[in-house]
């Protein structure tokens, strides 16, 4: 069946930084890939997306490719700050149904 | 446009009481979605619907009954709480399948 497995946290870096989350993928077929954030006390909320191969997704600095060659769709960040201090979901969907990762909650120090 | 909206926020209940979680879309959205999330566990679909008037069951569906009887709301019941139902519950929407989910609030559950 289709699974999502991401990068266990929490991940701390300093403002600034750089940031890679990895997340890679089971699936049959050709699913979307989603990258989702949720903020303390919140639901989550649609980061970024990708519907096919070789797709990349971008919003508010962050970038991530669909790779259908290394079942992949990791997260970066050139510069992170603060306020990105959040968990990060990966998930996948094929059909009906959304797989989400376990989540990688990652801390921003100033 | 409130988006998801979910009531109540926060919930406590005895063992063996019920009750019923509601929640609302305004996006004229067909697909409807009941998660819940615990630590460590990401979040695990309990039951979902495609359309007014269906349902069907997702990963995790003991313990919990939904109804769509209305195009924009969905409600998740609680026959008999027990402590493993202690969570954060997060109702979901999209406008087809495979595509984008719109979260809301999240109700958080502790059955004591």
């Known amino acids: 069946g289709n699974s999502v497995t991401q990068m266990e946290g929490p991940v701390t870096l300093s403002e600034e930084a750089f940031l890679t989350i990895n997340c890679t993928y089971t699936a049959t077929g050709y699913p979307s890939l989603f990258w989702y954030v949720q903020y303390p006390g919140e639901g989550l909320q649609l980061l970024l997306k990708?519907?096919?191969?070789?797709d990349k997704g971008s919003n508010k600095g962050f970038e991530a490719t669909y790779r259908k060659e290394t079942t992949s769709f990791h997260l970066e960040k050139g510069s992170v700050q603060v306020s990105d201090s959040a968990v990060y979901f990966c998930?996948?969907?094929?059909?009906?149904?959304?797989?989400f990762g376990a989540g990688t909650r990652l801390f921003v120090k100033a | 446009n409130a988006g998801v909206t979910q009531t109540p926020k926060f919930r406590v209940l005895k063992t063996g009481q019920s009750m019923t979680l509601l929640c609302a879309q305004d996006?004229?959205?067909?697909?409807m979605y009941w998660y819940r999330q615990d630590p460590g566990m990401g979040l695990r679909l309990i039951h979902y619907?495609?359309?007014?008037?269906?349902?069907a069951k997702g990963e995790v569906p003991d313990g919990y009954n939904v109804s769509r009887l209305k195009k924009q709301n969905f409600l998740l019941g609680l026959e008999s709480a027990a402590p493993s139902q202690t969570s954060v519950y997060f109702c979901?929407?999209?406008?087809?399948?495979?595509?984008?989910?719109?979260f809301g609030p999240g109700t958080r559950l502790t059955v004591t």
């Open positions: 619907s495609v359309g007014e008037g269906t349902t």
């Open positions: 998930a996948l969907s094929g059909g009906f149904k959304t797989i």
């Open positions: 979901a929407s999209s406008l087809d399948r495979g595509s984008e989910q719109y």
């Open positions: 990708a519907t096919k191969a070789d």
């Open positions: 996006m004229n959205h067909e697909y």
